[in-house]
């Protein structure tokens, strides 16, 4: 399968990670075709995972498909680059029907568009008109001290460092009484 992979797709890059795990990259022209070669002729049926990287520095997103075999023997890691100005891939969610929701996901979290996917709407960020917040951009103590409202003045409130080594010198307290009630003194 590997020397099919690598002589078929033009790649040198293909690993085996563990005996039951292998990885290759692949141009993203080329991604449906090995995916659609592992399905049909290895029996990779099942898609677990999407998943994103952002590459900043480089100017593009790693995407990685994870597919398993039908058996759940094997994993197979394809991962693509794709540009992270004007992010787009094509759906898998009329081939797979779970990619519909991990493309939804990475729609919401960083701003990648999956033409042909008529379901990318809000799965957990309601009305977020910001900079998606897992692109590397995303400033997030920028975003918490513009945004969010602190809980200052509120009895509520607790430095959790503090209130953690209460807690701990509490428990601890506690536990020498049972010790000693347990002896007898």
Known sequence: MFNEIKQRFATDDVEVKRNDLYKVRIKYSRLFE????LRDEYDYKTLNAITCTDWIEEGH???TYM???EDRKYTFMIQTMINR??????TLSHEYKQAQIMERDLHEMYGIDFPGNENLKE???ESWVHTPPLR???DTLE???NHLIFREGREDNVDTKAETKRLRAEKKAQKSKDEEVKDGK
């Open 67 to 69: 597919l398993t075999t």
């Open 123 to 125: 799965l957990s960020l």
């Open 136 to 138: 590397r951009e995303f």
């Open 143 to 145: 975003f918490v001290t």
């Open 34 to 37: 090995l995916m659609h070669m």
């Open 61 to 63: 997103f790693a995407l």
């Open 85 to 90: 100005e004007d992010a787009q891939a094509k």
